[in-house]
């Protein structure tokens, strides 16, 4: 941690971090907790919650779980003001090789999961931003994926897709209410689950080569410059931001470079 992380402009708030037990979200989770946040961590398996935080074991398909956790939280907290939607699932493949079921799953966990959180966290998030005018917030994890076509990745695109829409229509309708809601859109993270799909590849240091060369930057987003970037949107410092997508891609979204010469 920083001199600059350790802002303390989350004094005072209630944050709650799905998924957020591992990887992108335990990262967020640990800044926000490092500014002065309150934060509770909802997560199917809790055990790796970082140290400060309230673990609520839920799973984002369960609604009655995700109100169980959400309404926790904001009692323990007497409010509840940022919520970070980051649970989700990956999937490989064309339209051609993911059948129904996981279709399904997969919508399930990276969409109506983000929807039932933010259903439940509403008349909390409605009461927070009555007394804290700029401090209330509701920021998705989408991605890339959301705005490039990618290769074998027409189920997890289509979900995040979903998820960039989604961030759009619910910052119009609850704008007036004072509840800003954004998205942020990261690049090939160097995540546990990055990390599988490269133990599953026939020649793993290639493939990592491969995902590290189509970011302009050369390398992988670290889960620590994502959660920055949450940050950044969840804080009253964006007051003025909703209804916007914070690429953290190492520029692959914009960008068009020349190949590298010699």
Same mark, same amino acid.
């Given at each position: 941690?920083?001199?600059?992380?350790?802002t303390?402009?989350?004094?005072?708030?209630?944050?709650?971090?799905?998924?957020?037990a591992?990887?992108?979200?335990?990262?967020?989770? +640990?800044?926000?907790l490092?500014?002065g946040?309150?934060?509770?961590?909802?997560?199917?398996?809790?055990a790796?919650?970082?140290?400060? +935080?309230?673990?609520?074991?839920?799973?984002?398909?369960?609604?009655?779980?995700?109100?169980?956790a959400v309404?926790?939280?904001?009692?323990?907290?007497?409010?509840?003001h940022?919520?970070?939607?980051n649970?989700?699932?990956?999937?490989?493949?064309?339209?051609?090789?993911?059948?129904d079921?996981?279709?399904?799953?997969?919508?399930?966990i990276?969409?109506?999961?983000?929807?039932? +959180?933010?259903?439940?966290?509403?008349?909390?998030?409605?009461?927070?931003a009555?007394?804290?005018?700029?401090?209330?917030?509701?920021?998705?994890?989408?991605?890339?994926?959301? +705005?490039?076509?990618?290769?074998?990745?027409?189920?997890?695109?289509?979900?995040?897709?979903?998820?960039?829409?989604?961030?759009?229509?619910?910052?119009?309708?609850?704008?007036?209410e004072?509840?800003?809601?954004?998205c942020v859109?990261?690049?090939?993270?160097?995540?546990?689950?990055?990390?599988?799909?490269?133990?599953?590849?026939?020649?793993?240091?290639?493939?990592?080569?491969?995902?590290?060369?189509?970011?302009p930057?050369?390398?992988l987003v670290?889960?620590?410059?994502?959660?920055?970037?949450?940050?950044?949107?969840?804080?009253?410092?964006?007051?003025?931001?909703?209804?916007?997508a914070?690429?953290?891609?190492?520029g692959m979204?914009?960008?068009?470079?020349?190949?590298?010469?010699?």
């Open positions: 941690m920083t001199a600059a992380q350790d303390g402009d989350f004094a005072g708030l209630g944050a709650l971090v799905t998924g957020g591992s990887g992108i979200g335990a990262a967020i989770a +640990t800044l926000l490092a500014r946040a309150r934060v509770a961590v909802l997560d199917r398996d809790t790796s919650a970082p140290e400060g +935080t309230l673990a609520l074991q839920a799973d984002v398909t369960d609604d009655a779980a995700v109100r169980a309404d926790a939280a904001a009692a323990e907290f007497g409010a509840l940022t919520v970070v939607s649970a989700g699932i990956g999937a490989i493949g064309t339209v051609a090789d993911n059948d079921a996981e279709w399904l799953r997969v919508l399930d990276n969409v109506l999961g983000m929807v039932r +959180t933010a259903r439940h966290a509403l008349p909390h998030l409605r009461r927070a009555a007394d804290r005018p700029g401090a209330v917030s509701i920021t998705h994890t989408c991605s890339i994926a959301a +705005t490039a076509g990618l290769p074998q990745r027409a189920l997890y695109s289509a979900s995040k897709g979903a998820v960039q829409s989604l961030t759009l229509a619910m910052a119009a309708d609850h704008v007036r004072g509840i800003r809601v954004n859109n990261p690049g090939t993270a160097d995540t546990p689950w990055v990390g599988r799909l490269l133990d599953q590849a026939s020649d793993p240091a290639a493939e990592r080569a491969a995902l590290e060369a189509r970011q930057t050369g390398r670290g889960a620590d410059e994502v959660a920055a970037a949450v940050a950044y949107l969840a804080s009253p410092a964006a007051a003025a931001v909703t209804g916007t914070l690429a953290v891609d190492g979204q914009g960008l068009r470079l020349r190949p590298a010469t010699p």
